[in-house]
Nanobody
């Protein structure tokens, strides 16, 4: 069974940066597309980024695409979401998810596409 654990969240001032990690155990990640989602207060969970199983495709939500970068290291079994120029409205729980998609070069930011979910890491942007 694939298990995902997020880390790297915390309290950061507006304009600051965070590097979120999604570490997998139980299986290797190289056949899984990975998505990052966030749950912000008062809003439904939304997808912010995804990366295909081999890393050939990366997708970002429009309102964050200039400020975030997703990458993966299949040897380390980890996917990283780097976030810059953070704003107070970015505050929320950031969750990674995995979808079994070997031999595919695409990913999706839709929740229903993913089978495995982590517990999330809290990001708080405040002065």
């Amino acid at each position: 069974q694939l298990q995902l654990v997020e880390s790297g969240g915390g309290l950061v001032q507006p304009g600051g940066s965070l590097r979120l990690s999604c570490a997998a155990s139980g299986r290797t990640l190289d056949n899984y597309a990975i998505g990052w989602f966030r749950q912000t207060p008062g809003k439904e969970q939304e997808g912010v980024s995804c990366i295909s199983s081999r890393g050939s495709t990366r997708d970002y939500v429009d309102f964050m695409k200039a400020r975030i970068t997703i990458s993966r290291d299949n040897i380390k079994n980890t996917v990283v979401l780097e976030m810059n120029s953070l704003k107070p409205e970015d505050t929320g729980v950031y969750i990674c998810a995995a979808a079994w998609r070997p031999y595919t070069g695409f990913c999706m930011k839709n929740q229903g596409w993913y089978e495995f979910w982590g517990q999330g890491t809290q990001v708080t942007v405040s002065s």
